[in-house]
Each structure stands twice: as structure tokens, then as C-alpha cells.
């Protein structure tokens, strides 16, 4: 991921030289392991503890004549160690993979508990503004288009809970990448014992796989990158809502706008939802990071490394990204400017379109059949009002009279109100407020 899009902390974990430092945890845990068995002299363990890691350049130029990562960071750990030759046992029984996907492990964690603090934020964020515009009265859009009366913490509402059940799928998630395996060249443990593998999974904190070839299959992998995927989607659809709220047309919400910020190079008048749209694109890097890495389950055999390349971008990627998204989400809200009197107006704007439902069950209650009566003469006012822009209840007194209807006006001023449609909103407040 570039530079602009990387936070510190998400970066350092995706770092070579934090990469390194894992990879010599593992690889100590794993001597320590076997001078405790006995497989190797116990007066080795202390010089590997003690080297320390080595730089990302140091390990680049051996990379350059060697062409294996792993090799060349082995050599210029055993440069650092003194004396050199307690080196000779470090990896001892091991293959790559032993080491890279247990140290991979680790950075999934650490990166997935980054995420999930950003995450809880995020909800709280969320249910907190969606609590405070409970009552805020707009209109309802399906399609685009004016339906009945809603209130907006309703809407926010809901994805307060779409991103609380997308931390929770993330945590579940995370049990599924803390998983390791130090089981040799083809998984069989033929070179080292499986206390070993044991030893390290639990000074980890990880789990041993239950059955590993030369790799950890990469079915929790995907689970993670899917898990991913959903969130910024999540965080999306909240950018989108305030794109669509902010248009010139609705002018319902504003993205916080700073002192001397500029909105366009040609029209000082501008002020766009850049935030909304840059997360909008954010969104797509995460999501197109899943079929990738879902292709690296089926492998050749016990492995080939056409999952590695792959890997290398596409996790990084996805969680520099997100987390991106995520602290950048909560500034949206956060700063977040609702115009309630805006909400209002367009609520009216269409003349009382927005209550033909509640008129069609009005209608039917006083005896007409729905299909043949009722909704044909609420249909033709509604249609003549949007032609006209002649008031609704204008239109369907004059449609009612020529059916020979006489109107409970009475009546339908009780039940045409905005308020009436969200009564029984409560339950879901309620449980909004306890969501944590």
C-alpha cells in the first residue's frame, strides 16, 4: 500500500524489519524448544537469543545472489550471532514455510487487533449518532425516490449494527489466521518432533494447526479477507448515504469541512464529499483482494508458493487499507453536519405524496377493495399532484368526490403526520443504546 493510505502503527506491522523480528521470536522459541529436548547443545540458545535481527538491507543483499528470502535472512541472523557458529542450529528440522506461516500468524493478529479497536470506535461512533437524531424527521428514499417518513438516526441506526456484527465476524476470524504449524518439509514431522510445534504455539499465543502439509491451508486466511472485505463495504455504505445526502438537490448532510480547505481548483463555491468518495475507493482495493487470496487454497500437492506473491500485496493491502477506512469513517461521523430543517423541508417537498400509503389502508378500512377501488383513486391523485404539484390532499379530495367518497378529514389529518410513521421505532433505540 502507498504511503498516503498507511497509518504508522498498521505499517510498522507490515513492515520488513517488524517481519524479521518475528521471524527471529519464532525461530529462538523453536531452539529453546529443542535444547529443552535435548536434540541440540543448550549452550547455543543464549548467542541466538542475544543476535539481534537483522536489517531489511542486510537481508536484501544476500536475497540478491541467494534468491531466497528465508536463506538470506538465516545468513544475515548468523552475521549478527556471536559466536557465528551457534547459528548452525537455528531452523534446525524446519522448512520455510514452517517459519513463514507462523510468523504470518502473528502479524494477522497483531493487524486484526488494530482493526478491532478501530472497530469497537467505530460503533460507538455510530450508535451514538444514531441515538442523538432519534428524532430527527426526514423522508424515507426507496429507489431514489420519496417514500414514507422516517427519522435519520434510524438510518444510521443500521449500520451502527452492520458494523458491530462486521467487528464481531472479524474476531471470529481472527481465531481462524492464529493458527501455525512447525511440522517439516511435507508436514510429517520427519525432522522435528511435534512438542516442538506445540512448545511455540503456546509462548505464541497462536494454535497449531491440526493438519498441515508443507503450509497451513488457506481457507482462515480467506475467512479473513472476506471478513475484511465485508467491513469496508460497511464502511461504505455510510460514505455513500452522506454522498447522496450532501448533493445540491438534498442538502441534508455536509463531511466535515476544515478552515481553507478547497473543494475545487476551478469553482471556489465547492465543497465536495471527498471523504465519502475517496472511501468509496478504498472499498474496492479490500474487496478485490479476496478472490486472490481465496485461489492460494488450492495448491500443487503438499505446496508450491503460487499463494506467496500473491499474499505479500494482497494482505497488507487489504488491512492498511481498512484500517485506513475505518479511522477515516470515524472522522466522517464524528464531524458529520446534519441540517434538520433541510430533512424537514424535503420531507414536504412533494405536497404529501409521502402518505399515500397510509391513505390506501385509510381507504380500505372504510370499505373500498384495495386493488380495484382504493388504490386506482390514490394512485390517480398521486400522479396528478406530480404533475401538477397541486397538494395531495387537494387532489385526492377531487378524485374522492367524482367516486362519489366523502373524505373523514378528521381522519386523515391523524394519520397524514410524519411522526406517526416512526412510533414504534422504540425497540430498536433500545437496543441501539445497550449495543456495545
Known amino acids: 500500500m502507498i504511503e498516503r493510505y498507511t497509518l504508522p502503527e498498521m505499517g510498522r506491522v507490515w513492515s520488513d524489519a517488524h517481519k524479521y523480528e518475528l521471524w527471529c521470536q519464532v525461530e529462538v522459541l523453536v531452539v529453546e524448544a529443542h535444547a529443552e529436548a535435548g536434540t541440540i547443545p543448550p549452550e547455543v540458545v543464549e548467542p541466538v537469543r ?3 535481527p537483522p536489517t531489511p538491507e542486510a537481508v536484501h543483499a544476500i536475497e540478491a545472489v541467494t534468491q531466497h528470502d528465508v536463506i ?3 545468513s544475515a541472523w548468523a552475521d549478527n550471532t556471536e559466536p557465528r557458529e551457534a547459528a548452525r542450529y537455528v531452523h534446525f528440522g524446519m522448512t520455510s514455510s514452517d517459519l513463514l506461516d507462523t510468523a504470518l500468524a502473528l502479524q494477522l493478529v497483531e493487524a486484526t487487533d488494530i482493526l478491532l479497536a478501530k472497530a469497537d470506535t467505530l460503533v460507538a461512533t455510530l450508535r451514538d449518532h444514531a441515538l442523538a437524531h432519534r428524532a430527527t424527521l426526514r423522508v424515507g428514499r426507496t429507489h431514489g425516490i420519496h417514500g414514507e ?4 438516526g434510524h438510518r444510521v441506526a443500521d449500520f451502527a ?22 511440522s517439516g518439509a511435507v508436514g510429517t514431522y520427519s525432522n522435528i518432533d511435534p512438542a516442538v510445534e506445540l512448545h511455540v504455539a503456546r509462548k505464541l499465543g497462536l494454535k497449531s494447526a491440526d493438519v498441515s502439509t508443507q503450509v497451513v491451508i488457506r481457507d482462515g486466511i480467506s475467512e479473513w479477507v472476506s471478513a475484511l472485505a ?3 463495504t460497511v464502511c461504505e455504505a455510510v460514505a455513500l448515504e452522506v454522498r447522496h445526502g ?3 438537490e438534498v ?3 455536509w463531511e466535515p469541512f476544515g478552515k481553507g480547505q478547497k473543494g475545487s481548483s476551478a469553482m471556489p463555491h465547492k465543497k465536495n464529499p471527498i471523504i465519502s468518495e475517496r472511501l468509496a475507493g478504498m472499498a474496492r482495493i479490500v474487496r478485490a483482494q479476496v478472490v486472490p487470496v481465496l485461489e492460494g487454497i488450492p495448491l500443487w500437492h503438499e505446496r508450491d508458493i503460487s499463494h506467496s506473491s500473491t499474499e505479500r500485496i494482497a494482505l497488507p493491502d487489504a488491512s492498511i487499507a481498512l484500517d485506513y477506512m475505518l479511522n477515516l469513517t470515524n472522522r466522517l461521523m464524528s464531524g458529520l453536519v446534519v441540517d434538520e430543517a433541510r430533512m424537514r423541508a424535503n420531507l414536504d417537498s412533494t405536497g404529501g405524496l409521502i402518505y399515500t400509503s397510509t391513505v390506501l389502508l385509510e381507504l380500505v378500512e372504510a370499505g373500498m377493495s384495495r386493488d380495484d377501488e382504493a388504490y386506482p383513486l390514490v394512485q390517480k391523485a398521486a400522479m396528478e399532484t406530480w404533475e401538477t404539484g397541486v397538494p395531495f390532499r ?8 367524482a367516486a362519489g367518497l366523502t373524505l373523514d378529514e378528521a381522519r386523515l389529518d391523524a394519520v397524514c403526520r410524519p411522526e406517526r410513521f416512526v412510533e414504534r421505532l422504540s425497540p430498536v433505540f433500545d437496543r441501539l443504546s445497550a449495543l456495545a
Open 251 to 253: 442538502r441534508e448532510l
Open 394 to 401: 387537494d387532489t385526492l379530495r377531487t378524485h374522492a368526490a
Open 72 to 74: 538470506a535472512f538465516l
Open 50 to 52: 542475544k543476535a539481534p
Open 149 to 152: 417518513p422516517d427519522v435519520w
Open 230 to 232: 465485508i467491513m469496508a
Open 161 to 182: 449494527f452492520a458494523m458491530a456484527r462486521s467487528r464481531d465476524r472479524l474476531r471470529r476470524a481472527r481465531e481462524a489466521v492464529g493458527v501455525m504449524a512447525i
Open 246 to 248: 450532501q448533493r445540491t
